[in-house]
């Protein structure tokens, strides 16, 4: 099942958001070739998702240092997440994974958790900077 990216996730930026779901799309996108134990498949769109979650991480830094806004421990959030990606990924990619099929499901949910988390916790002290900037793309 596809995650519904809700306004509840938004941190109200356009850029970000938008990079929000791009990475809850490459999460889902994951579930097939988990399903269907493609190791090959599963290595090669966790590397999409990784290469999505630094874009992700570029466009918010780049946000972030142009409000002036200090970005330290946000920084140390997005590395976390990485590492847990990465931890997965390894996990699931690894030659002896004899993980049951409802482990390798649940794995979707906790990606999809742990984004949401960095979203709601993580991001909390930028989303509210980014609340006292008003901006609009419409001319």
Known sequence: MK??????????NRAIDSAHKEVFGMIDRIARPIAARD??????????LENCLCVYFSVEENIARALDFDFTKHKLAH???????RRI????TA?????????????IGYLRDC?????KEDGRPLKMVLETHFYDFNP
């Open 3 to 12: 995650m519904a990216f809700t306004k509840q996730l938004s941190v109200g």
């Open 39 to 48: 190791i090959a498949a599963l290595s090669e769109a966790f590397d999409l």
């Open 79 to 85: 590395q976390d997440l990485l590492k847990i990606f």
């Open 89 to 92: 990924k390894d996990e699931l």
């Open 95 to 107: 030659a002896d994974n004899r993980s049951s099929e409802f482990e390798r499901k649940d794995c």
């Open 115 to 119: 984004l949401i988390r960095h979203i």
